[in-house]
């Protein structure tokens, strides 16, 4: 897998099956990073491409802050997994820099690392996900929407808090298009629960 900088093109909508709502499941599991999810799902040609980041002040939504603090500047990142020119999902990570650390903020700015890279430290603990589908999500769909050139159709999400010694430094959310959702189901279906895989 590879991270390059970027555009995503507009998703395509479509027309949502049963599959979206059973993916919720899956999306319980933040023991494994999207990214190593995908790769073991769809194979290594994976990019993570970064569309935009920003500096956003407050007042934050109110499934960002809290648990981060509506007192300061975050940074957010708008990223998303392809395959080709089809977009594998749709993420948005919104980071308190000064809680993150200096080195680790920088790093990602630069394209030195992603974020599924760091979360597997000791010092990154993500708490329990909240999960739903494009019929629940409210706010969030239009600000998706707006990131990713919208409308995007029928999909399934999650976000999550995640601490950094203990200080809730971080809010990810992470969306898929059914079509994700359809090869993670099948890939669930046929080989059971995953193995140990590389964060």
């Known amino acids: 897998m590879t991270a390059d900088l970027g555009t995503v093109p507009p998703p395509s909508p479509e027309t949502a099956p049963e599959s979206a709502p059973e993916v919720r499941e899956l999306l319980f599991d933040t023991d494994h990073s999207l990214g190593s999810v995908l790769e073991r799902t769809v194979g290594p040609d994976i990019r993570l491409i970064v569309v935009g980041q920003s500096t956003i002040s407050p007042p934050h939504p109110p499934w960002v802050s809290p648990p981060l603090g509506d007192d300061r500047d975050l940074r957010l990142r708008v990223t998303s997994y392809r395959l080709g020119d089809e977009a ?13 650390g200096k080195t680790l903020a920088r ?7 992603h974020l599924g890279s760091i979360l597997g430290q000791a010092r990154f603990a993500k708490g ?3 999960v739903g589908t494009h019929e629940d999500a409210g706010d969030l769909a239009g600000l998706l929407g707006r990131a990713f050139s919208g409308p995007l159709g029928a999909f399934a999400w999650r976000h999550y808090g995640v601490e950094a010694g203990g200080q809730p ?7 898929l298009p059914i ?15 995953p193995a140990e895989i590389r964060k």
């Not at 790093?107 to 690392?113: H, P, Q, S, V």
């Not at 430094?169 to 969306?175: D, F, G, K, L, T």
């Not at 079509?179 to 629960?193: I, K």
């Open 179 to 193: 079509g994700t959702c359809r090869r993670l189901l099948s890939a669930s279906l046929t080989s059971g629960p």
């Open 88 to 100: 594998l999902s749709w993420n948005l990570a919104f980071l308190d820099e000064e809680r993150i």
């Open 169 to 175: 430094s971080m809010v990810i959310v992470e969306a």
């Open 128 to 130: 329990r996900p909240t």
């Open 107 to 113: 790093d990602l700015r630069t394209g030195r690392i």
